[in-house]
């Protein structure tokens, strides 16, 4: 099974709502990523987890804030958006750890589209 | 830095055509090569992936061989389908690192 999946599959929130996207993977990866896609454009990486702690932070605002509460859970809490943060939200999970040389593929879930007004 | 450098979309095709979208890659050591599908509305799934020089990484029809004289990794098909129609994305991954360096994407559209 190399499934992620993704809750909500879409969320439209106002610019002082809090809301938070929750990403889910049971392959046993070590690694989980936040990316961020607007329309017709690849992915850009936001945040990446190994082994429940954080270890790359792309220079995102602070208004949005990750959590991995466990090994198999990824969240992005929202506070505050801009309109402009209105975007696909891609969580993606791999093998793997710091400092392996090891080409583990990543396996993205489906995705939250978020609409910021 | 890391870089990759995918065709200018968007590509229009007949059903049955023969399909090659072109990959180059710019990158430190000796990369993972990768192509991604986005079909409309959904996430990206792994396509196919190859791990070192001429490997040859294929899927549901598609091949890839990693050239690295030529610092290549394209995409072919040879009878696409409507059904194929989507972005493909070629990425690299270089050495120990995470992140995956993206393509621009290329916008493929089969006509029936």
Redesign the interface.
């Known amino acids: 099974d190399t499934e ?1 999946t ?1 809750t909500p599959k879409h969320l439209v929130m106002g610019m002082t709502n809090k809301k938070s996207l929750k990403c889910e993977q049971h392959m046993g990866h070590r ?1 989980m ?1 936040w990316y961020k896609q607007k329309a ?4 850009e ?1 936001m945040f ?1 987890y ?1 082994y429940e702690k954080l ?2 932070n792309e220079s995102v605002p602070s208004r949005f804030s990750p959590e991995c509460p466990n090994s198999s859970l990824l969240n992005l809490h929202l506070h505050a958006l801009q309109p402009e943060d209105s975007a ?1 939200y ?1 969580c ?1 999970s ?1 093998q ?1 750890a ?4 090891i ?9 939250t589209r978020l609409t910021v007004t | 830095g890391n870089s990759v450098t995918q065709m200018e979309g968007p590509v229009t095709l007949s059903e049955e055509a023969f399909l090659t979208i072109n990959c180059t890659y710019t990158a430190t050591g000796y990369p993972s090569l990768f192509w991604y599908v986005q079909y409309p509305g959904e996430g990206l799934q792994l396509l196919l992936k190859a791990t070192k020089a001429d490997d040859k990484g294929s899927n549901k029809g598609f091949e890839a061989t990693y050239r690295k004289e030529t610092t290549s990794f394209h995409l072919e098909k040879g009878s696409v389908q409507v059904s194929d129609s989507a972005v493909y994305f070629c990425a690299l991954r270089a050495g120990s690192a995470r992140q995956l360096t993206f393509g621009s994407g290329t916008q493929l559209t089969v006509l029936p």
């Open positions: 992620v993704q690694a990523y017709k454009k690849p992915p990486l990446v190994s270890s790359i696909l891609l993606a791999s793997g710091d400092g392996q040389r080409s583990y593929e990543q396996y993205f879930g489906p995705g």
